[in-house]
Structure formats: C-alpha cells, structure tokens
C-alpha cells in the first residue's frame, strides 16, 4: 500500500513541471495571462501537496501531532519539520509570499496587464504585482523545497 505522503508527493512533482512548462515554453509563445495565474496555482498547490507530505510523513513516524486547523499545522511545519528537512528561512518567506500572491489572486476583484506586469487588486484596492520573472523564482522554490522533502522521505523508503 502506498502511504498518502508518497502520493502527495507525486501529485507535486507533476503540478510543478506543467507550472514548468507553462512559464519557460508555453507562456512565451502565447503571452496569455492566464498562463501566469494557472503557473501560480500549479505553484501554489504543488506546495500545499509537498507540505502536506511533509505533515503526513512527520505524523507517521509520531514525531508531531495534526489539528483540523490548517493555520496550526503550518505553524506546526514552520516551527518543527522545515528545519529537519533543511528548508532555509529565505525559502520559507518565499512559500508564504506565494500562499499570500495565490490568495489575493483567487480574491481579487479585478485584474489587469500593465507593460509585462499583471496588477492584482485586492479588496482594499492595494496592488500587487506579478511577473514572469516572480513565477521563475517561485517555481525554483518549489523545485527546491520538493527536492528536499524527496529526497528525505524517499530515503527512507
């Protein structure tokens, strides 16, 4: 039977590599913004999944304790599994910076492209902005907190 971790981290690998490809081959080609915001997703729920995985694993082994709250458990990911698994505190800002970029995107009243950027309006009407360039470097984080969490728990196996 295949643990609910190794299939949170499968499900990852596979959300990561189509946000991948949509910022490097597709996006460039077609210049559709919503490319941009189906990147982020990708992103954003591929991070969810490798957290996850991390939770489910750290669980497993009775090494932390789960809540329904999910604001717990990833204070419970900050403060006892990112440093096991050698997650840096750069790269922990940076998977906030994408949870936060992902919701304001889901609650955003309106959207709109300036030059190369895509401006996100909150509800407030504070502008965030998005780039490819943001994209690269969040997938780069993905790939990197992935990476780590991989080669922890496939270690194992």
Do not use: W
């Not at 940076?94 to 304001?104: L, S």
């Amino acid at each position: 039977m295949v643990e609910k971790y190794i299939e949170y981290l499968d499900n990852s690998v596979s959300l990561i590599r189509k946000a991948d490809h949509m910022a490097y081959i597709t996006y460039p080609l077609i210049k559709d913004k919503q490319l941009i915001f189906n990147a982020l997703n990708g992103i954003y729920t591929s991070l969810l999944g490798v957290i996850s995985a991390i939770l489910q694993y750290e669980y497993f082994y009775k090494r932390i304790s789960l809540s329904q709250d999910s604001r717990t458990n990833m204070q419970t990911f900050s403060d006892k599994c990112a440093f096991r698994y050698g997650i840096t505190e750069q790269e922990l800002n940076m998977v906030y910076e994408i949870f936060k970029m992902a919701e304001n995107h889901k609650k955003s009243p309106f959207e709109f492209v300036k030059k190369d950027k895509i401006v996100i309006m909150t509800d407030n009407f504070h502008a965030e902005t998005m780039t490819l360039e943001k994209i690269k470097n969040y997938i780069l984080v993905g790939k990197s907190v992935l990476k780590k969490a991989e080669d922890r728990i496939r270690r194992k196996l």
